[in-house]
């Protein structure tokens, strides 16, 4: 898998602080990029496999929904991006992992240092999770941020919300 040249690399991105993931549609395919500095690209080193997990919790109507990006099978790097289901922009990157078999992820210093492919396995999760909203009322980005507060509480970390078992379904 080719490695980004950093002038794709959206501006959004490169303006944030490290360490942070970032869901974005470019050219019609929803990348991940995870925003590191250079001395946090020392937990990649040799095999980097990913995983993918979608965490669902239902506030009706709020439906809060995590993306989490597990690297190289550690806590340590665990990552998360919270998806606002009713907002546009999360509709987009659901529609993204409904269709897309593979998802790259690309750790972005400076430059983008090094690029992963991930087995996209929240594909169904993601299809199931759209017909969802489409039954539901509207909810306001106010509404989607107590629900999130509330989940932060109990689940303060990414590597916690990766092992809260919040999946599809289940809460």
Not at 52 to 71: G, N, Q, S, T
Not at 109 to 127: C, E, F, G, H, I
Not at 131 to 148: H, L, M, S, V, Y
Request: net charge neutral; glycine share 4%; with cysteine.
């Amino acid at each position: 898998m080719p490695t980004l040249d950093r002038s794709t690399v959206p501006a959004s991105v490169l303006a944030i602080n490290p360490v942070r993931l970032v869901a974005e549609i470019v050219d019609d395919r929803l990348l991940l990029f995870l925003r590191e500095d250079e001395w946090g690209l020392r937990k990649y080193v040799g095999a980097c496999p990913g995983e993918l997990r979608l965490c669902v919790w239902d506030f009706e109507p709020v439906l809060a929904v995590v993306l989490l990006l597990r690297l190289a099978r550690t806590d340590l790097t665990t990552f998360e991006y919270w998806i606002d289901a009713g907002s546009p922009a999360g509709v987009r990157i659901l529609q993204g992992l409904a269709e897309q078999p593979r998802v790259d992820a690309h750790i972005v210093t400076a430059a983008v240092a090094r690029s992963v492919r991930v087995q996209n396995t929240v594909r169904q999760a993601a299809l199931d999770i759209l017909d969802t909203i489409r039954q539901r009322r509207a909810w306001t980005p106010e509404d989607f941020a107590a629900a999130r507060r509330r989940i932060c509480q109990l689940y303060p970390t990414a590597a916690a919300l990766w092992w809260s078992g919040a999946s599809p379904g289940e809460k």
